[in-house]
């Protein structure tokens, strides 16, 4: 989770860069965006997960753009849910979308059939809704060489490989 939360946050850095949002908000929403998993309201309460986060988050004196994002980034978690209300929370939830599309790819567990584990499809309906409906002009093949970035020295990611992932995105 700490791999992920810090890769999130530099391409949530990166994406808002890209999209003129602030950088340093969608970074830092990015890399608190998964602390409430460790907690026992969330373990006990899994429904609450990116809630918790938005609470203790502004317990802790975060800004309340940043508290909302990591509440956000989980939108949207079935069809027909709302996207992010924030530009930040777009980004952190794109990022996140991003990190575990390319990842699972990178590790060959991509779904077959009717099968898909990891919730690959539901991450990808979810990243194409996010960029069409809040108007975001990010363009799919830079955002997956970014989070392609993120495994450098950890998983290989080919050219080849973007060029699968982006297929099924489209798909």
């Known amino acids: 989770v700490g791999d992920k939360s810090r890769r999130i946050s530099i391409l949530s850095e990166k994406i808002a860069e890209d999209a003129s949002i602030d950088a340093r908000q969608s970074a830092r929403a990015a890399i608190l965006s998964k602390c ?3 907690t026992q309201m969330v373990g006990e309460f899994p429904e609450l997960q990116g809630v918790m986060g938005h ?6 004196g975060e800004h309340p753009a940043v508290a909302t994002a990591i509440e956000e980034h989980y939108a949207p978690r079935f069809a027909g849910d709302v996207i992010p209300a924030s530009n930040i929370g777009c980004v952190v939830s794109i990022a996140d979308r991003l990190d575990t599309l390319v990842g699972v790819f990178a590790a060959d567990l991509r779904p077959t059939g009717n099968k ?3 919730a690959l499809r539901r991450a990808a ?17 830079r955002l997956l060489a970014l989070a392609a970035e993120g495994f450098c020295g950890q998983l290989a990611v080919s050219q080849e490989l973007l060029t699968d992932i982006r297929t099924f995105v489209v798909e």
């Not at 609470?55 to 802790?60: D, F, K, T």
């Open 36 to 38: 409430d998993l460790i």
């Open 55 to 60: 609470h203790y988050a502004l317990a802790s």
């Open 116 to 118: 898909d584990p990891f």
């Open 125 to 141: 309906l979810g990243l194409v809704r996010i960029l069409l409906e809040a108007d975001l002009a990010l363009p799919l093949a």
